[in-house]
């Protein structure tokens, strides 16, 4: 995917689902470098984890 074809519409963003709570969690500019290493959606469901 190439940063051009990101128009501010999310449904074209690669979305993952949270291994805690099972939402969907649409890429962020933040997560770029280790997008392949999220696993959680937030601090909670990482504090949560087992």
Request: charged share 30%; net charge positive; with cysteine.
């Amino acid at each position: 995917m190439t940063k051009t074809s990101f128009k501010g519409n999310k449904s074209f963003l690669p979305s993952k689902i949270c291994v805690v709570c099972k939402k969907e969690m649409t890429w962020r500019k933040s997560w770029a470098k280790n997008w392949e290493s999220v696993k959680y959606c937030s601090d909670a469901c990482r504090a949560k984890k087992l």
